[in-house]
């Protein structure tokens, strides 16, 4: 007698929903579906009825003609509305809260903070007999304002209000790092994001997207709609502070999934944002919650419900937007006065640095660029760099000349590297003698070893001048030779 007492004790709470069909047109689904899984129970057990005696069978046939009526009330329209939320029945979680005109506030402008709300009471989605998820559709209002790009918040079927483990900013609210993409959480949401994610492989960042168990969308569209006279794409964006009106529509009998979008007042646009065909039914739990979520990141976003509508096996009644809250009067902060006087010159001269650098290296480059032709490598003397006789000389200045010859000037030097001290001769460009005779003459004299001529070490060319290096000898040979 103990389950036949807990049959008839059920506690019948009134959850709101409006069940349309049968026998039983307030029925709430607690009851029905309770009396539905006793049924099961005494089905599975016939023994335990011929047990009962005869007039216990007699009751508990009655209950089971009772039962069966239920359970097809149990598959029957669950419909629901909310023209604001102001002293509604509604479950809030995290950061979510109603504002005192009726807004449901999924972020209250905290900060890397969850926020949820659901329907209180969970919905038969999937058959029990068939095992497929029924038809439902869905419809709501909503608003962000955002003074910057914001992550966005969804809308969610789940199988549990429990959502302790999911993490803020990028993740909505609705998973985490670990069980994103796990098939156990037999979620499905459409997500309306503000901020393109590489890590979720957003398209954008304004966009709507399925997803089902996991944060990377199976299907995305760029937010907007098409007009219904010219099938023209209008895009809508998500934090614009402009409220707008969304459809989602799922068609059990073809499991396909549709959103639609369009500014509030507008009419629902005869050609969806995006559909797709995706079968629920192995995706979402037989019991299941609907709400929407959202997680706010380091910016003070606010995620605003205005009204929502819904309905299984139904159409979702129509939303009266003459009857929702307003949302409230947004500014974007107003940038600090310093703030518009340092940023122009902080720009201005970060760019002038960067050309000033650009320009000496430049310049450096020309500076210490060096001309190379073929016939070089016919002579044997070591080429040197302009750089290196540039440094050796002190940038061949008057302290270091050794004296003017008749193709130019001489100096003292010393090689930064070998520090060996050598004379540079600085051929000027008037020089009357061509640059490639003089080398191989020079080249020839210098290939000859002989005590009273001083030793070629080799040259360079830069700019149409020529550069010969030779031994330092302070005294006597290196005179006679370059002077006499």
Known sequence: MELLDIALSLDVINSGVSLKGGNCPRSPPHFSITLFYFYKYCGQRPGFIVKAGMKLTLLLLQILFFSLDLVSCAYGEYVFIYSGFAHNNITLDGAAMV???GLLDITNGSTRLNGHAFYPTPLPFCNFSSGLVQSFSTSFVFGVQST???QGFTF????SKNFSSALPVQFLGLLNSENNGDMKNQIFAVEFDSIKNIEFQDINNNHVGFDINSL???DSYPAGFYDDKDGIFSNLTITSSEAMQVWVDYNGDIAQISVTMAPMGMAKPLKPLGSANRNLSSVLSEMAYVGFSSAAGRDNTRHYILGWSFGLNSA????????????PHFEPKAR?????????IATAVSILSVGTIILLLVRRHLRYSEVREDWEVEFGPHRFSFRDLFHATEGFKDKNLLGIGGFGRVYRGVLPASKLDIAVKRVSHDSKQGMKEFVAEVVSIGRLQHRNIVHLLGYCRR????????DYIPKGSLDKYLYG
């Open 336 to 344: 600090s006065k310093i703030l518009e006087i340092i940023l122009p």
């Open 316 to 327: 979702a009644p129509s939303i009266d937007i003459t009857s929702l809250p307003k949302m």
């Open 156 to 159: 969610f079927i789940a199988p």
């Open 148 to 150: 910057y790009p914001s």
């Open 99 to 101: 504002t005192a005109n």
């Open 463 to 470: 700019k149409g001048e020529l550069f010969l290096v030779y």
């Open 216 to 218: 990377i969308s199976v």
